[in-house]
């Protein structure tokens, strides 16, 4: 017989397992993103086993666990009669997150109080958010890939503007509270209370994507969108089919921007257009997110990672698909990494982040919740990739790419289509399968593509000198976005 309970530990959530007769050897949690082991006590006729409902990943500091659903594991060792607790813990707002227990799975959600989390609740504090006239802050809401990290083009601008302005308050908005937040900031949790004031008071908005939700302007905001990604692939007003709501959403969402950030001229003509974001400034100063790139020699997370100085490594980070949640399946990390005797780092976009799983194989890292791109770029050898705008940030390392595009013909005509010709323009082999994936990178010299990769460096990524985030806040400053003190 075993039972279940929520507690805490210093001040920290755990779930507390117990049981009757031998202990045993090891109990555990395991989810998509994060897993857990129990501190084991007891040898007599009763034990317990304590799960804390934090985690540490990359080095970083233990934070609570992500949003999910997690399966208790028992290894009995001696104790043959040791099963999942089977009664049910009602949703529980616990230091961190919330927790509910239901037949040997524990659902595990942000700290936000029921009573805001149903419609009529959310529509209560969207209604106080867009009355609001609450006195602006001389502060920053960051929010990046929907609030799923905190990273990209938001988070170099973050630790600069801390560097140069650090009166300046940083509101940084989360899906849960285990997205870590640069420090100094403070973590928001989506659709909180604290998240609507936040998003009310900020005189200025950084962001990479859509707004969503409800957004309205307080008198004196400014909005700064830096995008994510320099596009091969049609987007907004560009992607196929005619879609009058689609057309009217793209619209109105450009229209609650101020300033565009583009990554080169040829990005700018296309986000332009592609948002029909017209006589309202541009700003063509390479991506922040890529500063680093400049001085990384990869060593340091190639040691957060657990990877040798002298092991070769292979960066495999497709785009999303349109018709699909979870990363593309075209690449079997394990097989690739015996053939190319390297690590292969699996990186899928942030879109996949919360419906995906880690890829798991001997020298396989799942790093698609690792926050920061650049720093795989610096630590890889090598990049695999398809339609993503990776292709563009890591050709700043002048390191090989290939391209794998089982799917081109489908993608091309009918999910996306390009705004250039991949096939005329990659700066690497272009393949169709795992086994020509293999050969080329076994057999063909990446030296051929000098010519190709240097022209494609002009177009794309001339601007990036690793000062685009000094360059970017200096604009903030002195257009009075915010206040340096």
């Known amino acids: 017989m075993t039972d279940a309970r929520f507690t805490q530990e210093d001040g920290l959530a755990v779930l507390e397992i117990s049981g009757t007769g031998p202990r045993p050897a090891a109990v555990s949690l395991e989810g998509p993103r994060a897993r857990v082991a129990a501190r084991l006590h007891g040898r007599g006729r009763t034990w317990r086993a304590v799960l804390p409902l934090r985690a540490a990943r990359w080095g970083g500091p233990e ?223 390479g991506y922040p997110r890529n500063d680093s790139l400049q001085a990384d020699d990869g060593a340091a997370t190639r040691r957060s990672l657990g990877i040798g100085a002298e092991e070769r490594v292979l960066l495999y980070a497709p785009t999303w698909r349109d018709d699909r949640d979870e990363i593309v399946d075209f690449v079997d990390p394990a097989a690739l990494a015996k053939t190319a005797d390297a690590v292969v780092l699996v990186r899928g976009h942030t879109r996949t982040l919360l419906p995906g799983e880690d890829a798991r194989g001997p020298r396989v890292i799942d790093v698609t919740g690792y926050p920061d791109a650049a720093r795989l770029f610096a630590a890889a050898d090598a990049l695999i990739t398809d339609y993503s705008s990776v292709m563009f940030d890591f050709s700043i390392t002048g390191k090989p790419m290939y391209f794998l595009v089982p799917d081109l013909e489908h993608y091309r005509g009918q999910l996306r289509g390009f705004y250039f010709d991949l096939l005329e323009a990659a700066p690497g082999p272009v393949v169709r399968t795992q086994d020509e994936l293999e050969r080329a990178i076994a057999d063909i010299d990446p030296h051929i593509f000098r010519e190709r990769y240097e022209r494609f460096r002009r177009v794309f990524v001339a601007r990036e000198d690793g000062r685009a985030a000094e360059r970017v806040v200096a604009r903030i400053l002195d257009q009075g976005f915010v206040d340096r003190d």
């Open 63 to 285: 934070l609570p666990l992500p949003t999910g659903e997690y399966r208790l594991h028992i290894d009995p060792g001696e104790a043959e009669d040791a099963e999942p607790p089977t009664a049910s813990l009602a949703r529980t707002v616990l230091p961190g997150l919330s927790a509910a227990w239901d037949g040997g799975r524990l659902r595990v959600g942000p700290p936000v109080d029921p009573a805001y989390e149903s419609g009529e609740g959310q529509a209560a504090l969207e209604r106080r958010y867009a009355t609001s006239r609450q006195p602006l802050e001389n502060a920053v809401f960051f929010e990046s890939f929907y609030g799923r990290t905190a990273a990209c083009n938001p988070y170099a601008i973050d630790r600069q503007l801390a560097r140069v302005a650090p009166g300046v308050t940083r509101y940084w908005s989360v899906v849960d509270l285990s997205v870590p937040v640069p420090d100094g900031a403070v973590a928001v949790v989506e659709g909180s209370p604290e998240w609507w004031r936040a998003r009310a008071a900020a005189r200025l908005l950084v962001v990479n994507d859509w707004l969503r939700r409800r957004f309205v302007r307080t008198p004196g905001q400014t909005v700064l969108q830096t995008w994510h990604g320099t596009p091969l692939k049609r987007l907004a007003l560009h992607r196929p089919g005619f879609d009058p709501r689609r057309m009217l959403a793209v619209v109105r969402e450009s229209r609650r921007w101020d300033v565009l950030l583009a990554q080169s001229p040829y990005a700018a003509r296309v986000l332009s257009r592609a948002y029909a974001f017209r006589r309202r400034p541009i700003w063509v100063e």
